[in-house]
C-alpha cells in the first residue's frame, strides 16, 4: 500500500485521543470512520470534534468552510463491521491495557481488509505482542499521538518485530499527510522515546521526596526555572495523571527490570487516589482551582545534575539498544514534551563525563540499579558528548537554526526550535551571530532569507520561561543589549535579507523581522509585540525600528495595545512588503529572495549602508551617497547593466 491508497481511516476509541486523532485525519482530507463501543461514546467524540473545529473557525486557524467540510467526513459507528470494513487504515485509540487492545485487534481482523494496515496509538506497550493476535504483523505499526493531537506535532512511528519497512514508510507518510512530523522509534522497547525519558525523570523526582534528598518545591523550581522545561515534574505527573505514569512504570520495571521501580512516594499518592488534576488533587491541590505555587529561585544545582544524569542514562539507554538515535531523541522530547533542547543535547552541555561520575556516586551511595550507567551514556562520554563533535560542514555546529543554501544564490537561517515555537534564547542569538559571520563569508550568498521551522510559528518571541531564571536588572540588561547586538547585524549586512513570516511573528521575533529589510507574510500570519500584556517592553530595538518603518503614531498604537494583527493590516501600516497566499508562501519568500540575489551586489551593499546612515545623520547619509555613485561608475557590474538594457536581457552581475 502507499499513500495515495489511502482514501478512509478508521479511528477506534472516540475518547479524548481518538477523536483528536480523528479531527486531524478529517482535516487533512481524509475519510474517517470514528468508532466507540457505545452509542454515547461515539457521540460525545463527535461533539468534541464539533466543538474543537468551531473553535479553530474562531480563532481563524481554518475557515467555516473547511470546518464544516472536516466534519462532514467524519462518520460515527459503533458496529465494528461497519466502522472497518473500508477501511485503507485503522488506528486504534482505546484504553491503555494489553488485553482491551488485543480484544480489539482480534475482532478487526475478521473484517478489515487484506492490505488494510492497522496502527496502535499505544504510548508504552509492546508493539510486537499486539501484532501478534493479528494475522499481519508485518503491516502492524504504532503511531503515537501525543495529547492534544490537533495542536502537538510529534508523531512516534514505532517498528515491532515483525514490522515491514513499507508499513513504516507508510506510516511516516501518513503523519506527514496530517501535517505532523513523525520521529521513527527502530525498535520495540517500553516507552519508545518521550515516556522513556520523561517517565523515568519523574519517577526520580519522587525517589528524590522519598529519600528526603529534596522538596517537591525545589524540584519543580529546579526542573521549571532552571533547567526550562515546560512545567516542574510534579506539576508534569499531575497533568497527565499520576496512575498513568504509575502504570507505565508498572509496565516498564516488569519488561526492563528493577532500574525501573517506582518510588515509594509516587506508590503513596497513587494507592491515595491522588491522580491529579482530573481528580482535583494529585502532588497538589487544585480544588481551589490555583494549582501549584511553584517558586522561581529554590532549584539547586544538586537536583538540576541528578535529574539531567537519570535523563542522560535513558538517552543513552535508547541510542545503545538502536531504538533511536540522539538527533531523533532530542526532536522527539522537544515536539513531544515541549523541552527547550533535547535531552543529548542537554547531556552535552553539562557534561556526559560529569554526569557519568554523578551515577556512580549515586549508585555506591543508595546501592539502586537505577544509577547503572549505560553503555550508551560510557560511549558518549568518551566521544565528547552524543553527537559527538557534531560539527556541520561549515565546521560550526548549531542544535537551534540550521543553515541551508537553496540555490540561486541564496543563503537561509531557519529558527529550529518548532517544539517552542521558535521562540528566542540567548544560545539562539548566538549561533544566530555565528551564522552571519559564515554567510557574510560566502561570495555564493548574495542574499539571505531567514524563516521559521514548521508553519506554525516564525518566532512567538523571546523564550521566556527560560529566561526566567536570569531576572536581575544587570543580567535582563546584557541580554538586551546582547539581542539588540546581534539582531543588528541582519540591518547592516551587506546584502538584502528578507524575513519569510508564515504562523505568529510576535515579541522578540517581530522584532527580528523588524532588522529584516523585506517582510513578506503568509495569509495566516500573526504580528505584534505584546510585551506590554506582561508588564516589558520591546526590548531588542523594536521600539527603535518600528517608529522608522510604520511612523510615530502606529508605532504607539502596535507597542501599546500589545494586540495581534494580521498580515493585511500590517501591510497597510507599511510593515509588510507583501501578503502570500499560504500554500504559495515557500516558493514565493525563496523566487523573492531569488530575484535580491541576481541584483547588482556592490549597489546594494553601498545602497544599504548609506540609506541606514542617513537615517541617523542626513548629511553623512548624503556623502556616503555621493562616494557611493563615484565607486560604481567604474565597477564591471556598472558596464554589465548598461549592455544588459541595451541589449533588452536580464543583467547577470558578478559583483565586480
Given amino acids: 500500500m502507499e499513500l495515495d491508497d489511502i482514501e478512509t481511516v478508521a479511528v477506534l476509541g472516540a475518547g479524548n485521543m481518538g477523536h483528536g486523532i480523528a479531527e486531524v485525519a ?61 477501511a485503507d487504515v485503522v488506528v486504534e485509540a482505546v484504553p491503555e491495557k494489553m488485553e482491551i487492545k488485543k480484544d480489539v485487534f482480534s475482532e478487526v481482523e475478521e473484517y478489515l481488509p487484506e492490505e488494510a494496515i492497522i496502527a496502535t496509538n499505544t504510548s508504552s506497550l509492546s508493539i510486537t505482542e499486539l501484532s501478534e493476535v493479528t494475522e499481519r504483523p508485518e503491516r502492524f505499526c504504532g503511531m503515537h499521538f501525543f495529547n492534544p ?9 514505532i517498528s515491532g518485530a515483525h514490522t515491514a519497512e513499507e508499513t513504516l514508510e507508510v506510516a511516516e507518510e501518513l503523519a506527514e499527510a496530517f501535517d505532523k512530523t513523525p520521529v521513527r522509534v527502530h525498535k520495540d522497547s517500553p516507552g519508545f522515546i518521550v515516556n522513556r525519558i520523561l517517565v523515568p525523570l519523574m519517577n526520580e523526582a519522587c525517589w528524590m521526596v522519598s529519600d528526603e534528598s529534596a522538596t517537591m518545591k525545589e524540584i519543580d523550581s529546579a ?59 494529585g502532588f497538589y491541590d487544585y480544588e481551589d482551582g490555583d494549582g501549584p505555587d511553584i517558586p522561581t529561585d529554590a532549584g539547586t544545582e544538586e537536583v538540576e545534575h541528578r535529574l539531567v544524569a537519570v535523563m542522560a542514562n535513558e538517552v543513552g539507554n535508547l541510542v545503545a539498544d538502536d531504538v533511536s538515535t540522539p538527533a531523533d531523541i532530542d526532536e522527539a522530547v522537544m515536539l513531544g514534551a515541549g523541552f527547550p533542547d533535547g ?41 565528547g558528548g552524543f553527537h559527538g563533535d557534531g560539527d556541520d560542514d561549515d565546521g560550526l555546529e548549531f542544535t537551534n537554526i540550521e543553515i541551508r543554501r537553496p540555490g540561486d544564490m541564496v543563503g537561509q537561517v531557519v529558527l529550529d526550535r518548532e517544539a517552542r515555537m521558535n521562540t528566542i534564547n540567548p544560545e539562539l542569538l548566538d549561533e544566530l551571530d555565528e ?19 514548521g508553519d506554525r510559528a516564525f518566532s512567538a518571541g523571546a523564550d521566556v520561561t527560560s529566561m526566567a531564571s536570569s531576572a536581575e536588572p544587570l543580567e535582563a540588561i546584557e541580554l538586551s543589549r546582547h539581542g539588540q547586538r546581534v539582531f543588528g547585524r541582519f540591518e547592516e549586512l551587506d546584502m538584502p535579507v528578507v524575513a519569510g513570516i508564515d504562523g505568529f511573528a510576535l515579541g522578540g521575533g517581530f522584532e527580528l523581522a523588524l532588522c529584516c529589510d523585506f517582510r513578506l507574510a503568509s495569509e495566516r500570519s500573526e504580528l505584534g509585540t505584546p510585551e506590554h500584556n506582561l508588564g516589558l517592553l520591546p526590548g531588542w530595538g523594536g521600539t527603535q ?67 541606514l546612515r542617513g537615517y541617523e545623520d542626513v548629511e553623512a547619509g548624503l556623502e556616503l551617497e555621493a562616494q557611493a555613485f563615484g565607486h560604481l561608475i567604474n565597477t564591471d557590474d556598472l558596464m554589465e547593466g548598461i549592455t544588459a538594457f541595451m541589449g533588452d536581457r536580464d543583467p547577470e552581475f558578478e559583483g565586480e
Fill in 149 to 157: 493531537p490537533v495542536r502537538m506535532q510529534l508523531v512516534e512511528v
Fill in 343 to 383: 535531552p543529548a543535547k542537554i547531556a552535552d552541555d553539562v557534561g556526559p563525563e560529569a554526569l557519568v561520575e554523578t551515577l556512580e556516586e549515586l549508585g555506591e551511595e543508595t546501592g539502586h540499579p537505577r544509577f547503572e550507567v549505560s553503555e550508551g551514556l560510557r560511549e558518549a562520554a568518551e566521544a
Fill in 545 to 611: 525600528r518600528l517608529t522608522r518603518i510604520a511612523g510615530f503614531g502606529r508605532a504607539k498604537e502596535i507597542v501599546f495595545t500589545a494586540e495581534r494583527y494580521d498580515p493585511e493590516t500590517m501591510y497597510d501600516y507599511d510593515v509588510v512588503n507583501e501578503v502570500v497566499e499560504t500554500e504559495a508562501f515557500d516558493e514565493r519568500v525563496h523566487e523573492f529572495a531569488a530575484d535580491l540575489a541576481a541584483g547588482p551586489p556592490i549597489s546594494q551593499k553601498l545602497t544599504k549602508r548609506a540609506m
Fill in 26 to 86: 478529517a482535516l487533512s482530507g481524509f475519510e474517517v470512520n470514528l468508532r466507540d463501543i457505545k452509542e454515547e461514546f461515539v457521540q460525545s467524540g463527535y461533539d468534541d470534534i464539533e466543538w474543537s473545529l468551531e473553535k479553530l473557525a474562531e480563532k481563524e486557524r481554518i475557515t467555516d468552510d473547511a470546518a464544516e467540510a472536516a466534519l462532514a467526513r467524519v462518520t460515527p459507528y459503533v458496529d465494528v463491521e461497519a466502522a472497518v470494513g473500508d
Fill in 435 to 453: 551564522a552571519l559571520d559564515l554567510l557574510e563569508a560566502d561570495d555564493e550568498v548574495r542574499s539571505l532569507l531567514i524563516t521559521g521551522k
Fill in 223 to 281: 526542573t521549571k526555572f532552571d533547567m526550562g522545561l515546560p512545567m516542574g515534574a510534579f506539576e508534569l505527573g499531575d497533568q497527565v495523571g499520576n496512575d498513568v505514569t504509575y502504570h507505565v512504570l508498572e509496565y516498564m520495571h516488569e519488561v526492563l527490570g528493577e532500574a525501573y521501580e517506582p518510588a515509594p512516594y509516587l506508590e503513596e499518592v497513587v494507592e491515595a487516589e491522588r491522580y491529579g488534576k482530573k481528580t482535583g488533587e
